[in-house]
């Protein structure tokens, strides 16, 4: 089912850690060509592509800040510019910029947490979409989140705002490029066990509680995020556009 994955050229973004690097080393153990871009853990970033490329994968780097204009602006040529094209693109970089009540949030923290979660992916998948229509067409896969569906905390409700704009965002590149053979989904992850949640104590009464609330009573793996991404970048996703999968443990 996968074998079409060998060979395609896939950028993801924020891919340090998390839910990105799960999906660059399982791209990469299907032969995918990996470009692991990262923001300020260079370290990790390092790793990965040794750890990769050890085990007989392909990847390589891209540094850069997605709340600057020049980095939104840089990246998608500068990974062609090493791979040589671009096959899928996976907009996974997001978080949450200013965790705190709403009643006294700032602007600057509303502008970049959608800069980093909406802007960013907009103009990434645009300029993906410039290269794609003229080369065969493509794969966007955008990572998304259960705020979305919920609104967020009231401490997040910003970020479910940026997420649920991305979800649209989904839509609208689907549509338009559905006639290049561009196929756009998204994936809405629930409560996953990545270094988003460090900052929260795991075995907090607040996080218990979440996680009561969760069918499976249980946080998900990054893996599991990166298994449908997969699924949707191979030819199995062929006939799949427009689509928000929510893998969420019933969430």
């Known amino acids: 089912m996968f074998e079409s994955i060998k060979g395609k050229k896939v950028l993801i973004t924020g891919a340090s850690s998390g839910i990105g690097a799960e999906t660059a080393k399982l791209f990469a153990s299907y032969g995918a060509h ?9 370290e990790n970033a390092i790793k990965l592509q040794k750890d990769i490329e050890d085990t007989g994968g392909s990847a390589d780097v891209l540094a850069g800040d997605l709340l600057e204009e020049s980095t939104r602006s840089d990246l998608i040529q500068s990974f062609i510019d090493a791979f040589g094209s671009i096959d899928v693109l996976i907009n996974n970089a997001g978080g949450v910029i200013g965790n705190m ?79 290049h053979n561009i196929l756009v989904n998204c994936i809405r992850g629930g409560v996953i066990d990545t270094p988003l ?18 069918p499976l009573k249980r946080m998900g793996k990054p893996v599991d995020i990166a298994r449908l991404a997969l699924f949707l970048a191979s030819e199995a996703g062929d006939f799949i556009t ?3 999968f929510t893998v969420a443990g019933g969430d």
């Open 101 to 179: 009540p709403f009643l006294e949030l700032d602007e600057m923290s509303w502008r970049d947490t959608m800069a980093l979660n909406a802007t960013a992916p907009f103009f990434l998948s645009r300029d993906a979409f410039l290269f794609m229509k003229d080369n065969g067409g493509g794969r966007i896969i955008n990572i998304s989140s259960i705020s979305a569906k919920y609104g967020g905390s009231m401490n997040t409700m910003h970020y479910g705002a940026a997420k649920a704009a991305l979800e649209t965002l989904t839509k609208g590149f689907a549509k338009a490029g559905a006639p």
């Open 242 to 244: 427009g689509e928000v």
């Open 34 to 42: 990996v470009g692991i871009h990262y923001n300020r853990n260079e």
């Open 197 to 214: 949640h460090s900052r929260i104590e795991r075995n907090s009464p607040a996080m218990e509680k979440r996680i009561s609330l969760i």
